[in-house]
C-alpha cells in the first residue's frame, strides 16, 4: 500500500512539474520575441498555459493612468502567425482619465503557434510623458489535441495533479515516513504548487526558480529512495 501511495503522489508532481516546465519553457521562448524596440520598464501581460486545436484563446493587459491628468496612450501588440517572421501586429491609440485603468485583449489560435508548439505575444506600451514606455512578452505552448480546449485542459491537469499529489500524501502520512523524507515530500508539493502559482500568475521569474528546486529536490529524493531499495 507505501508503495501505491508514493506512486500516486509521485504521478501528481510530475503532472506539476510537466505544467510548470512547459509554461516556463514557453514563457522562456518569447523573451526575445518582436524585442527590437526596447522598453523602460515592465507591461503586465497574461497568457495562459496551453492552447489546444479546440478553440482560440485571449491574451490580455491592463493599462491604468496612475498620473493627475488625462492621456493618450499608444498600445503595440504583435503575435506569432505560424512563424516568428510572419507576425501579426495592431496598435491602438486611445484616452485614458486620471485613476481609470483598461484591459485589452487579443485573440490567437493554434494556426498562430511558431515551429507548431508556441504561440508568443508581446505587448509595448508606448512612452507618454511622463509615463515611460513599458513592454513584456509571453507565450503558450500548444497541445495538439481537438476535445478540450486549453482553459479545460489546464483545469483538468491541476485538478488531476492536486487530487492525486494530496490523496497519495495522505496516505504516505497514514503509513509513517521517516521525519526527514515526509519533509522532503512536504516540500515538493509545496514547490509545486508555488511554481504553478507562479505560471498561473506570469510570475516567470519565480517559476523558473520553483522548477529547478523542484527538480533538484526530486533527484534528491529518487536518490534516497534508491539507496534504501539497494539496503534492503
Known amino acids: 500500500m507505501k508503495r501505491a501511495a508514493f506512486f500516486l503522489f509521485s504521478a501528481g508532481i510530475l503532472l506539476a512539474f510537466l505544467f510548470n516546465l512547459l509554461s516556463v519553457w514557453a514563457n522562456a521562448e ?26 482560440p484563446t485571449e491574451i490580455s493587459t491592463w493599462v491604468k493612468n496612475s498620473g493627475q491628468d488625462a492621456v493618450r496612450r499608444t498600445l503595440r501588440f504583435t503575435a506569432t502567425q505560424g512563424s516568428v517572421l510572419y507576425t501579426r501586429r495592431e496598435e491602438t491609440i486611445f484616452d485614458l482619465q486620471p ?4 484591459r485589452f485583449t ?6 498562430d503557434a511558431a515551429w507548431r508548439r508556441f504561440v508568443m505575444g508581446r505587448a509595448y506600451l508606448f512612452r507618454a510623458y511622463p509615463d515611460s514606455s513599458q513592454s513584456s512578452a509571453c507565450g503558450i505552448f500548444l497541445i495538439p489535441i481537438s476535445f478540450l480546449p486549453g482553459e479545460g485542459l489546464s483545469a483538468l491537469w491541476l485538478i488531476l495533479s492536486a487530487a492525486l499529489t494530496a490523496w497519495g500524501g495522505w496516505r504516505l502520512h497514514q503509513r509513517g515516513l521517516p521525519a526527514d523524507r515526509e519533509g522532503a ?4 508539493a509545496a ?42
Open 99 to 102: 485613476g481609470e485603468a483598461r
Open 106 to 111: 487579443w485573440q490567437v489560435s493554434a494556426s
Open 185 to 188: 515530500f512536504s516540500a515538493l
Open 191 to 232: 514547490l509545486s504548487a508555488l511554481g504553478i502559482l507562479s505560471s498561473l500568475m506570469g510570475w516567470f521569474a519565480l517559476a523558473a526558480f520553483s522548477l529547478l528546486a523542484n527538480f533538484l529536490l526530486i533527484l534528491i529524493v529518487l536518490g534516497r529512495r534508491l539507496q534504501g531499495v539497494d539496503r534492503g
Open 30 to 55: 518569447a523573451l526575445s520575441f518582436d524585442s527590437e524596440l526596447k522598453a523602460e520598464g515592465p507591461l503586465k501581460i497574461v497568457c495562459p498555459p496551453f492552447i489546444t486545436l479546440a478553440a
